[in-house]
């Protein structure tokens, strides 16, 4: 599997060139947050654009299977206990989502910079 890679733009127009993230250049922190992440899978790339946002819905994908699965395996006597490990699992889930919000507005007030601006970060909520 090859290394996460970014795609930067140029400044004077031009093609993007690839950034290795996790090298010795790292992009400053307003930079970071509005670039795509992008990884080589093969041939294909997976592009991830706002950041938070993702990584909320897919915790949020994460909940509902952990409790889907859960509910399922309370119809069987012998799959109480795993199911009752995905309950755990879907209630620990649900704590990820405060932690990735909190995460999210500790980002932007320390890349925003002043507390000034903090104001104009968007208010929606993920």
Do not use: K
């Not at 890679?5 to 970071?32: D, I, K, Q, V, Y």
């Amino acid at each position: 599997m090859s290394e996460p890679t970014s795609t930067t733009a140029p400044a004077h127009g031009g093609e993007p060139g690839p950034r290795r993230l996790g090298g010795a250049s790292r992009p400053s922190g307003r930079e970071a947050a509005s670039r795509p992440l992008t990884v080589q899978i093969g041939h294909e790339e997976l592009v991830i654009r706002r950041r938070y946002a993702t990584a909320s819905i897919v915790n949020d994908i994460l909940i509902a299977l952990w409790f889907i699965v859960g509910s399922v395996m309370f119809f069987s006597e012998a799959w109480t206990e795993p199911g009752t490990w995905c309950f755990l699992l879907g209630s620990v889930e649900l704590l990820v989502r405060p932690v990735i919000r909190l995460g999210r507005h500790i980002h932007l007030r320390r890349v925003g910079g002043s507390p000034e601006t903090a104001h104009m970060a968007p208010s929606q909520d993920y």
